[in-house]
Every structure is written in C-alpha cells, then in structure tokens.
C-alpha cells in the first residue's frame, strides 16, 4: 500500500524549464511545486492509460524556445 505522506525530493531544472514551468503554474494558478505535481501525476496516468511514455524521447532534455 502506498504512503499517503508526501515524499520530499530535491530537483535540479534549468533557468529556462524553470521559468517555463512558472510561467505555466501562474497561467494555471498553481505553485511551481503544484505545476510539477500536476504534469507527472498527468504523465503517470498517460502512460497507465495507453502503456506508453508521453515523449519517445523522455530522456532528452526539452529544446525550450525562451526569450
């Protein structure tokens, strides 16, 4: 059974994925914490509902087009 405590972990992002992401969050009155959460919580269920990874390319980091 899994633990309904949450897990905390430490995360290294770029300047530009992170300002993405809180541009996002903000977009989506949410905390970049929440953002996150939200996007691998939407990506897990992704993969559970078709079997496979969003991207084929998952491992590679994004190419962000940020001014």
């Given at each position: 059974?899994?633990?309904?405590?949450?897990?905390?972990?430490?995360?290294?992002?770029?300047?530009?994925?992170?300002?993405?992401?809180?541009?996002?969050?903000?977009d989506?009155?949410?905390?970049?914490?929440?953002?996150?959460?939200?996007?691998?919580?939407?990506?897990?269920?992704?993969?559970?509902?078709?079997?496979?990874?969003?991207?084929?390319?998952?491992?590679?980091?994004?190419?962000?087009?940020?001014?």
């Open positions: 059974m899994a633990d309904s405590k949450k897990k905390q972990i430490p995360l290294r992002l770029s300047a530009k994925l992170y300002d993405a992401l809180a541009a996002w969050a903000e989506d009155f949410r905390s970049v914490n929440g953002q996150i959460e939200y996007l691998l919580t939407e990506c897990v269920r992704q993969r559970k509902k078709n079997g496979k990874y969003v991207s084929e390319h998952l491992d590679e980091p994004p190419d962000l087009d940020i001014k």
